[in-house]
């Protein structure tokens, strides 16, 4: 059994701390909050010694930290560990800025360490299903596609937590917060994305937030083909995360509750999955997938399906809808 531990008992944490009492991979030592009523409340739920200050897991012989913490904070938490030996589980974002995830992804291989992004969306089932799909070839090659995402985040949202609705503290809104998963999936499931062109604005009259609650985007893909993106949190109707690829042969949608196949004859052929309802039901299932996952490619020393190299890409889609004002930016890998 590795020891783990959690920085950050905020409201994500719950996802991982499920995952971590119920895996046979990890047992959890710690968890830390600078609220320590917050660590208290997650160590009632999922164990491990509440703690108020991440660098008293320095000398704890750790195996691996979750990093759950305000988005402006991965960098200097994530890269304090990794400088003592620990591997890191991070939630997404890896960053807010390009070029400090790459400084994130430079200690990573200079310590030896393992970086892993909770990018827990790329375990799917309808995720694997399609990718799997896509590689073997079976309906041709992509030709275009479309990512939506429309979510309903008001004040009450963004006043629950300071750091929220603020570019120091979150890095953006839509696009870093709800939208990052469906256009990490857009890279990951397409081969790549090479350039885009995009805009991004707070299109809300309101003084709760300073980032962006919309946003589009035309991103062209290394193999040829262009996506268009919208992106949306002002949408008060349930949440639609989908990702359409129009290939030579069908047109595939990746959604959360399974993956649609329309082909060229106009037979429809849907494969189902696991949906969760309720609030945060966005998260979706694939949290304990993902966390287990990484605890295998630790012990076994293989490869990991979200590591740091991968997750570079999101940030820098992110970055580049953000500046870009309707001119293209190349996507830095």
């Excluded at 949306?232 to 290939?247: F, P, T």
Aim: hydrophobic share 35%; proline share 2%; charged share 25%.
């Amino acid at each position: 059994m590795l020891r783990s531990a959690v920085i950050g008992c905020g409201a994500v944490s719950k996802n991982h701390g499920k995952a971590l009492k119920n895996s046979e991979y990890t047992h959890l030592e710690y968890c830390v909050d600078i609220d320590i009523e917050k660590a208290k409340a997650f160590s009632d739920n999922y164990g491990g010694i509440p703690l108020t200050d991440y660098r008293e897991l320095f000398d704890k012989n750790l195996d691996c930290v979750h990093v759950i913490t305000p988005h402006n904070t991965h960098p200097q938490i994530v890269m304090d560990l990794l400088d003592h030996g620990i591997n890191v589980f991070c939630e997404k974002p890896l960053a807010i800025t390009v070029n400090e995830a790459k400084a994130m992804i430079k200690k990573s291989e200079e310590s030896g360490k393992i970086l892993g992004v909770c990018f827990q969306n790329r375990l799917n089932k309808a995720t694997v299903e399609a990718k799997e799909i896509l590689e073997s070839g079976k309906y041709g090659k992509i030709l275009s596609g479309m990512a939506l995402v429309t979510w309903y985040r008001n004040g009450k949202y963004y006043s629950e937590s300071p750091w929220r609705g603020k570019y120091s503290g979150e890095g953006g809104g839509c696009i870093i917060n709800q939208s990052i998963h469906t256009l990490d999936l857009v890279d990951y499931l397409t081969g790549g994305v090479e350039s885009l062109a995009g805009f991004d604005g707070k299109l809300r009259d309101s003084n709760d937030y300073e980032v962006e609650d919309s946003a589009m985007a035309l991103m062209h893909l290394k193999c040829g083909a262009d996506i268009v993106a919208f992106c949306s949190n002002c949408y008060l109707g349930s949440k639609v995360c989908d990702v359409e690829l129009r290939l030579e042969h069908a047109v595939m949608t990746v959604r959360q509750s399974g993956l649609t196949i329309v082909e060229e004859s106009g037979e429809t052929i849907f494969h189902p999955a696991e949906v969760l309802t309720g609030e945060k039901s966005e998260w979706g299932v694939s949290h304990g997938l993902l966390i287990d996952e990484f605890y295998k490619s630790l012990i076994n020393k293989t490869p990991f399906i979200s590591d740091c190299h991968t997750a570079l890409a999101a940030v820098s889609i992110v970055n580049a809808i953000q500046h870009s004002k309707g001119r293209s930016i190349k996507i830095e890998r």
